[in-house]
Nanobody, 118 residues
Framework: QVQLVESGGGLVQAGGSLTLSCAAS????????MGWYRQAPGKQRELVAV???????NYADSVKGRFTISRDNAKNTVYLQMNSLKPEDTAVYYC????????????WGQGTQVTVSS
């Protein structure tokens, strides 16, 4: 089993910044890909950013240039630095751990709320 605990969400004004953290514990592999997803009310969950074990990154077009994903393997933690926040970034943000080399290895955190006021 893997446990993912997000933190760092909150209320911020448009244009502000927040940094989300996701601490992983349990059955962790260095080959894990870690990702951040979000789900706004009435919408489907969508990918925000992903980082591979080799630190290759990929971002949703809507956050490119504003958000940065990073990982600290020594701390088993992944971060999402969010700058120039917009009201449309308001959502519950979820951390995900995935490993295509390990069967059924796909875990989610409980989510953290990010609210951006205009």
């Amino acid at each position: 089993q893997v446990q993912l605990v997000e933190s760092g969400g909150g209320l911020v004004q448009a244009g502000g910044s927040l940094t989300l953290s996701c601490a992983a514990s349990g059955r962790i592999f260095g080959t894990n890909a870690m990702g951040w997803y979000r789900q706004a009310p009435g919408k489907q969950r969508e990918l925000v950013a992903v980082i591979t074990s080799g630190s290759n990154t990929n971002y949703a077009d809507s956050v490119k240039g504003r958000f940065t994903i990073s990982r600290d393997n020594a701390k088993n933690t992944v971060y999402l630095q969010m700058n120039s926040l917009k009201p449309e970034d308001t959502a519950v943000y979820y951390c995900n751990a995935k490993n295509v080399r390990v069967r059924n290895y796909d875990y989610w955190g409980q989510g953290t709320q990010v609210t951006v006021s205009s």
